[in-house]
């Protein structure tokens, strides 16, 4: 079992920056692929980052250029960093860890992010 808490999210005004944070509960990152997803309301969960045990990483077009992912092993966390915020980003964010063999996952309980003047 994994638990993943996201922390981070609040109120910020467009071209802002706030970094979310995903402690995982144990040692995974050898194993596991970690991503963020967004879900704005009214809207299907989107990926918006994922690195991978062996550190690929992918964007989703919208956020390229602006957001950066990003993990530490020591502290079993990983990040998102966001910057140039727009309104659009607005959402409730969610870590999310997938075993790369077995496809298990798991799932935060999602941190809100609102981007607004």
């Known amino acids: 079992q994994v638990q993943l808490v996201e922390s981070g999210g609040g109120l910020v005004q467009p071209g802002g920056s706030l970094r979310l944070s995903c402690a995982a509960s144990?040692?995974?990152?050898?194993?596991?692929?970690m991503g963020w997803y967004r879900q704005a309301p009214g809207k299907q969960r989107e990926l918006v980052a994922r690195i991978t045990s062996s550190s690929r990483i992918n964007y989703a077009d919208s956020v390229k250029g602006r957001f950066t992912i990003s993990r530490d092993n020591a502290k079993n966390t990983v990040y998102l960093q966001m910057n140039s915020l727009k309104p659009e980003d607005t959402a409730v964010y969610y870590c999310?860890?997938?075993?790369?063999?077995?496809?298990?996952?798991?799932w935060g309980q999602g941190t809100q992010v609102t981007v607004s003047s």
């Open positions: 144990r040692n995974i990152f050898s194993l596991y692929a």
């Open positions: 999310n860890a997938i075993h790369e063999v077995l496809h298990q996952d798991y």
